[in-house]
């Protein structure tokens, strides 16, 4: 079981999970027992300290506060990620989702799963916002990680007799899978222990919010060391240079930029201001 460790915060996003109602713009179902709609009353200042994040987004099933649902000067973007569970990347629609704010608070049915909370999220949406939407697939920039022509420099994890991976630390004693993730901002410290390209990939595909993908074909796990920067702009021979040139230095490995199909929501049309509670 993946297990990652966080030694500084960053932004990350949720798994995508297929759900039904992905790109319904109605669905019948559970609601929420009272909700309200505003306009934030988050001052300008607070929201621009937060970088563009909520000042609180709290509540819901799986929670410490499982009945009530809190957001304060957050986004329809970061509402509609969490209803249909897709990540930024996935959604298509005018550039106020990602600049309006609002504050929601809403009481959660008591027994409610985490599936019934998105779809009554995608209610709240579709009544107060008047919200149509609909899926595509659409090429989207992401990136690739491959073989290289060069031998990888990846150290395979030793695993038990009964096939579960576990690794072996440099004292002998076994070590549990975990990715310990240091750093912040641009700059980050991976410190892997029986991890698969594919655990690594989804890692930088939350920190760089755009599709990345293994195609190494590489099954295994490893323990590696990876220290780079998701900043494009970072010169080759940086210090923490971008994510690509240390993948390829550090892993033997290589990180493609490239066109990726991947399920998209479309906003077809959602007011700008939320109908009266």
Not at 163 to 175: L, M, P
Request: charged share 20%; proline share 5%.
């Amino acid at each position: 079981m993946l297990r990652i460790l966080y030694t500084a915060t960053f932004t990350a996003f949720p798994f995508i999970l297929a759900i039904p109602g992905f790109g319904q713009t109605e669905i019948a179902g559970p609601r929420f027992e009272a909700a309200s709609v505003k306009r934030s009353a988050a001052l300008a200042s607070d929201l621009s300290a937060r970088g563009g994040r909520p000042l609180v987004m709290k509540g819901g099933p799986g929670t410490s506060s499982p009945g009530q649902l809190h957001y304060v000067g957050v986004t329809l973007t970061s509402v509609i990620d969490i209803a249909y569970e897709i990540k930024p990347y996935q959604l298509s629609g005018p550039d106020w989702l990602n600049a309006d704010r609002f504050d929601v608070e809403a009481r959660v049915p008591e027994g409610a799963s985490r599936a019934d909370f998105a779809r009554m999220l995608q209610n709240l949406l579709a009544e107060r916002f008047h919200a149509e939407t609909h899926v595509e697939k659409r090429d989207v920039q992401g990136y690739r990680i491959a073989l290289s022509k060069a031998t990888n420099k990846l150290t395979p994890s030793k695993e038990r007799a009964n096939g579960q991976q576990a690794a072996v630390g440099t004292n002998g004693s076994e070590a549990k899978p975990i990715m310990r993730v240091g750093g912040g901002g641009n700059n980050f410290h991976v410190t892997a222990t029986a991890q698969s390209i594919k655990a690594l990939a989804k890692l930088l595909e939350d920190q760089m919010q755009m599709p990345v993908v293994d195609a190494t074909g590489l099954d295994g796990t490893y323990d590696f060391v990876l220290a780079y920067s998701i900043d494009e702009t970072a010169s080759f021979d940086a210090t923490v240079p971008f994510v690509g040139t240390a993948v390829e230095r550090q892993l033997g490995l290589r990180f493609q930029r490239a066109k990726l199909p991947t399920k998209q929501l479309v906003i077809d049309r959602i007011d700008r201001q939320p109908s009266a509670n």
